[in-house]
């Protein structure tokens, strides 16, 4: 099993920043990809960024494409969500999702993913 702990979310104005974090603990040798994914009241969850652990491969959804980084510290089992010029429609729960995938095949599919957290919440204000 493994499990994932989202954390960083807060409430910022438009314009701001923030960093989530996703730390990963259990079996992890069973997993090589990780996502990140959002879900707004009364949206479907969409994926947003995810990244191959056992190197550097990353996908990126277009509405996030040049204003979100994702990135790992393997040293710490922790993967990174840095999100700048942050927008309201950015609003949203985030949770971070791992699955074991080929290094070419980075998905942001969330039926594709089997281990999930409980997310964090983001709130952007105009």
């Known amino acids: 099993q493994v499990q994932l702990a989202e954390s960083g979310g807060n409430s910022v104005q438009a314009g701001g920043s923030l960093t989530l974090s996703c730390a990963v603990s259990?079996?992890?040798?069973?997993?090589?990809?990780i996502g990140w994914f959002r879900q707004a009241s009364g949206n479907e969850r969409e994926g947003v960024a995810a990244?191959?652990?056992?190197?550097?491969?990353?996908i990126y959804d277009d509405s996030v494409q040049g204003r979100f980084t994702i990135s790992q510290d393997n040293a710490k089992n922790t993967v990174y969500l840095q999100m700048n010029s942050l927008e309201p429609e950015d609003t949203a729960m985030y949770y971070c999702?791992?699955?074991?995938?080929?290094?070419?095949?980075?998905?942001?599919?969330?039926?594709?993913?089997?281990?999930w957290g409980q997310g964090t919440q983001v709130t952007v204000s105009s």
């Open positions: 259990g079996d992890t040798y069973s997993i090589n990809h």
């Open positions: 990244i191959y652990t056992a190197g550097t491969n990353t």
């Open positions: 999702a791992a699955r074991k995938g080929g290094v070419w095949f980075l998905s942001l599919v969330s039926e594709q993913y089997t281990y």
